[in-house]
């Protein structure tokens, strides 16, 4: 049996990255991934059954990197307000710092790729923010909302901001630069929002 080449998993896991989130994922195929990672379709397949397999390992694996990343340092028992900010503070860091990474993510958020990856995600936030979540309404410090509120209010301020810093303005000629300050004055106004 031929060993794990873990280099050459890498170098095919990051041209797929770099191809998809370029390419688009319609444009995507193994032949073209081999000849771009400098590899045989044949050693592809030693670590993919097939393309969908490939696409689902990496997309599962990106995600759970995105977890890691938004949830270091974060602990559920930190007040609502201590703990948001640090996930505001590693979810800017994440898309500001991992752009491939981040348009990945959007590329296969609206694929038949979503639904195995972003379960893997939730599963793996759900550990620390479903008992963040209890902690601070049982506290009294926020009240009992719906994710999908609490995801349009709490974080999704936070990625009209990084989408404003990529595309370089907000609105028609505004030029827009991502800082630590505005998103400072971002975070207040949705905690003022939310907490009681």
Known sequence: MRQRDENKIQGIREKAIEMITNEGLENFGINKL???????????YIY??????????ISVDEGMRMCAAILEGFDPEMTFEEGLWIQWK????????N??????????RNSTYREKMVKAIHDEMGKKA??????AIERGE????????????????????????????CFKDRIFVFSEKIMKETFD????????
């Open 99 to 108: 752009q491939e990474g981040a348009s990945f993510y959007e590329q296969l």
């Open 48 to 57: 993919y059954k097939d393309k969908d397999d490939l696409i689902t390992q």
């Open 189 to 196: 106004y949705v905690i003022k929002a939310l907490k009681k």
């Open 90 to 97: 590693n979810r800017a860091k994440y898309s500001l710092n």
């Open 142 to 169: 926020i009240n009992d909302i719906t994710i999908e509120v609490f995801w349009s209010v709490a974080i999704a301020p936070l990625y009209s901001l990084v989408r404003f810093h990529q595309e370089g303005h």
């Open 34 to 44: 081999a000849k771009a990672a400098g590899v045989s379709p044949a050693t592809i």
């Open 130 to 135: 479903g008992p963040f979540m209890k902690n």
